[in-house]
């Protein structure tokens, strides 16, 4: 059975950046591709982006400039930061393991951690 | 940013059938698969409907999705309360140099 778990700070001010690791515990990392997500009370579910199984990342045009996603193979972990925060960011934020057959166009999650509340505050 | 529009609430008692609606364009739901997910809440959000119409291991056969053109549409039968929910549609959008692309979302009521 496949968990994500994910950890990270939750209180954050503007301008800082915001950097949040999910492990992944069961089944195999380095054949996935894996999304970050987050869920807003004002804007619903937002795709971040995501890390292939190659390692190459794909990131929402909207916040392209300010993310940045990486993994570390050896531990099972992928992780996102997110800089020059404002109030907007803040949100509910998901991992998720990435499913695409392949091809971009089947691309959807199946599995999903269980979320990290962030604020973004003075 | 959503470029798929979803109504925003949708209800019915219990034993009705929803039908919720997803509306796209060709550069998203005209050309790829349509997914829908389940949002309880404090709960992750839940695959339910993959490739426009297939179920993952473990989703109940009373939720059923649909595609036509630009526009997909997810069907609730059988309507428990547990189904109370927030449901999204999503696919990738091949626009921008391609980015995955979440619904407006409906809130679904059991009344």
């Known amino acids: 059975q496949v968990r994500l778990h994910q950890w990270g700070a939750g209180l954050l001010e503007p301008s800082e950046t915001l950097s949040l690791t999910c492990g992944v515990y069961?089944?195999?990392?380095?054949?996935?591709?894996w999304a970050w997500i987050r869920q807003s009370p004002g804007t619903g579910l937002e795709w971040i982006g995501q890390?292939?199984?190659?390692?190459?990342?794909n990131y929402n045009p909207s916040l392209k400039s300010r993310v940045t996603i990486s993994r570390d193979t050896s531990n099972n972990q992928f992780s996102l930061r997110l800089n020059s925060l404002v109030a907007a960011d803040t949100a509910l934020y998901f991992c998720?393991?990435?499913?695409?057959?392949?091809?971009?166009?089947?691309?959807?999650?199946?599995?999903w951690g269980q979320g990290s509340p962030v604020t973004v505050s003075s | 940013q959503s470029v798929l529009t979803q109504p925003p609430s949708a209800s019915g008692t219990p034993g009705q059938r929803v039908t919720i609606s997803c509306s796209g364009s060709s550069s998203n739901i005209g050309t790829n698969s349509v997914n829908w997910y389940q949002l309880l809440p404090g709960t992750a959000p839940r695959l339910l409907i993959y490739n426009n119409n297939q179920w993952p291991s473990g989703v109940s056969d009373r939720f059923s999705g649909s595609k036509s053109g630009t526009s997909a549409s997810l069907a609730i039968s059988g309507l428990q309360s547990e189904d109370e929910a927030d449901y999204y549609c999503a696919a990738w959008d091949d626009s921008l140099g391609g980015f995955y692309v979440f619904g407006t979302g409906t809130k679904v009521t059991v009344l």
């Open positions: 069961g089944g195999s990392f380095s054949v996935y591709s």
């Open positions: 890390i292939t199984h190659s390692g190459g990342t």
């Open positions: 998720a393991r990435v499913r695409r057959d392949g091809y971009n166009r089947f691309l959807r999650f199946d599995y």
